[in-house]
């Protein structure tokens, strides 16, 4: 198990980047893939990028791909998501979750943090 603590959102214009992160506790966060996930008002929360325990896989959905980068630092158990370009639609609270990498279920999550972007 693993506590995570999101940060970096905010209220940013169209074209506007972010840069968010999360932090981990525990000594095996390198045996973690780490995923970040966005709830949006009216919607279901869902799926924006994740990462392999090792950092060499990447994956994102189809809306953010060429505009938002996730990358870890397993030396400082955390990982990051930087987003540049930043549509209206973008907004969102943003969690990131962590996914043990012999389970198929991501069972950690942070508290989430809101990032509201403005046309």
């Known amino acids: 198990q693993v506590q995570l603590v999101e940060s970096g959102g905010g209220l940013v214009q169209a074209g506007a980047s972010l840069r968010l992160s999360c932090a981990a506790s525990g000594r095996t966060f390198n045996s973690y893939t780490m995923g970040w996930f966005r709830h949006a008002p009216g919607k279901e929360r869902a799926f924006v990028a994740s990462?392999?325990?090792?950092?060499?896989?990447?994956y994102y959905i189809d809306s953010v791909k060429g505009r938002f980068t996730i990358s870890r630092d397993n030396a400082k158990n955390t990982v990051y998501l930087q987003m540049n370009s930043l549509k209206p639609e973008d907004t969102a609270v943003y969690y990131c979750?962590?996914?043990?990498?012999?389970?198929?279920?991501?069972?950690?999550w942070g508290q989430g943090t809101q990032v509201t972007v403005s046309s």
């Open positions: 990462i392999t325990a090792s950092g060499g896989t990447t």
């Open positions: 979750a962590a996914r043990y990498y012999l389970s198929s279920q991501y069972k950690d």
